[in-house]
Nanobody
Framework: QVQLVESGGGSVQPGGSLQLSCATSIDSDTMITNCMAWFRQAPGKQREAVATLRNADMTTYTRHVDSVTGRFTISIDNAKNTLYLQMDNLKPEDAATYYC??????????????????WGSGTQVAVSS
């Protein structure tokens, strides 16, 4: 059973920054090939993808959805089995519960939540003045 534990959420003003972390129990070799992703879900809305990451051929491939491109960055530390999401220039519409997810290898990594089989319990991000 894969365990994913998110941390780093909090409350910030618009324009602020947060870094989310996702500690995983996935071994480094598997984490290298899995699709890893961050999703978010605001109250009353569907869960949506924020960014995905996969490693292949000694290259890290990342994808960020349009609404966060240029502001959010997904990254991974394989040695620490930890996934990160650096969030800069936060906007009120970024407020949500953020979830870390892991799924089987895919090319590219999917954006549909149903394609991921392991989830963390989420960390809350609030953005308001």
């Amino acid at each position: 059973q894969v365990q994913l534990v998110e941390s780093g959420g909090g409350s910030v003003q618009p324009g602020g920054s947060l870094q989310l972390s996702c500690a995983t129990s996935i071994d480094s070799d598997t984490m290298i090939t899995n699709c890893m992703a961050w999703f978010r879900q605001a109250p009353g809305k569907q869960r949506e993808a924020v960014a995905t990451l996969r490693n292949a051929d000694m290259t890290t491939y990342t994808r960020h959805v349009d609404s966060v491109t240029g502001r959010f960055t997904i990254s991974i530390d394989n040695a620490k089995n930890t996934l990160y999401l650096q969030m800069d220039n936060l906007k009120p519409e970024d407020a949500a519960t953020y979830y870390c997810a892991a799924g089987p290898p895919s090319r590219p990594c999917p954006l549909e939540p149903s394609k991921y089989n392991s989830w963390g319990s989420g960390t809350q991000v609030a953005v308001s003045s």
